[in-house]
């Protein structure tokens, strides 16, 4: 059944700060720590909006976006000033710092108010780590859009920070599948590559999965392989991705390629006994009929003892060791 967005601010969005909310839906159960929520925050409507000097208010925190584009903070500051701020942000009192408060979601309308001086219009809530969590996951599923990786990290963020699962997936509004594919890319991938790709809104749960898979078997240093491709230059985010996806592919085709070299075996007298290639799915020992014949068939004749007697020799060096 459709319940009210708990964390919908009394005041009507406006068009000139940030996209309103609409009539979307909540995606969350009325259990559990949400419960604790609505309760808390049951009269929002009639709870006034307060004014708050930026500088008092600390920004420490899970972050569910990974940056804020100077250009982006720019325009939505020039909007504040020209129509006010229309949608207030929420924080919550510290209580090891009287008078300072930890901001539970708006960071970018935060930032911007921050760069032309303006105090924050505020709803004030007094929430725990967990219902904090919650109404930032909340007001982010209906005012912003988190690409995916976005999500994972924020997701391992708060793993990291000790909150239990069914916190995590209410937060993102996920269930257990897609969190176990969203952690798996956010601990393969490295977060300083993810950091200089960017959000990549572009690049969908599928392609960021196919990234990981190479990340895995590539034993290449990565930070500082993309390091090298000037990604600053790159205008962005999902061209970055795929700049960064075409570089580590090729490190994974010279690696199979190396692997699947063929050591090649040459006697004292100059002739060629035998090549040795390593596979991924086996040793591969090939003799040479054209330059060693009669050994050739000598070993296939004598094959299975000869191995045999290479395994114990093998085995007995094993012991010793």
């Known amino acids: 059944m459709a319940r ?14 940030e996209v309103a909310t609409g009539d979307l839906k909540p995606r969350f159960p009325n259990t559990g720590a949400m419960s604790g929520v609505k309760s808390t925050l049951k009269d929002l409507s009639s709870n006034a909006v ?7 208010i600390e920004e420490d925190g899970p972050k569910d976006r990974l940056s804020f584009s100077d250009a982006d903070i720019a325009s939505l500051a020039e909007s504040i000033k020209q129509h006010g701020q229309q949608v207030p942000i929420m924080v919550r009192p510290l209580a090891d710092k009287p008078g300072r408060y930890k901001i539970v979601y708006g960071r ?10 303006m105090t924050a219009r505020a709803l004030v809530r007094t929430l725990s780590d967990e219902e904090a969590i919650l109404a930032q996951g ?14 994972a990290l924020f997701a391992a963020q708060l793993s990291d920070n000790g909150y239990d699962q069914p916190v995590i997936l209410d937060a993102l509004a996920i269930d257990k599948p897609m969190l176990s594919r969203m952690t798996k890319v956010a601990r393969t991938v490295p977060e300083a590559v993810i ?3 960017g959000s990549a809104h572009g690049v969908g749960r599928r392609r960021w999965e196919e990234l990981a898979d190479r990340v895995k078997v ?4 990565l930070v500082q392989v993309v390091s090298n491709l000037n990604l600053d230059k790159v205008p962005t985010s999902d061209d970055r991705f795929a700049r960064v996806s075409d570089a580590i592919s090729e490190i994974g085709k010279s690696a199979n390629i190396t692997k699947s070299e063929a050591h090649v075996i040459v006697s004292s007298d100059g002739k060629t006994l035998a090549e040795v290639k390593d596979t991924p799915r ?10 060693t014949p009669e050994f050739t068939q000598w070993m296939r004749d004598n094959a299975e003892v000869e191995l045999k ?6 085995k007995s060096g094993q012991k010793s060791g």
């Open 218 to 221: 590539s034993s290449a240093d």
């Open 195 to 197: 950091m200089m790709i």
């Open 108 to 117: 970018r309308r935060l930032r911007a108010l921050q760069t032309i001086g």
């Open 309 to 314: 007697r290479l395994y114990e020799a093998w």
């Open 50 to 56: 307060r004014e708050i000097p930026v500088d008092l």
């Open 282 to 291: 086996a040793l591969t020992v090939k003799l040479s009929k054209a330059d």
């Open 138 to 151: 909340q007001e982010n599923s209906h005012r912003l859009d988190p690409s995916f990786i976005e999500k």
């Open 4 to 17: 009210r967005n708990l964390f919908q601010p009394p005041a009507p969005p406006g068009p000139a700060d």
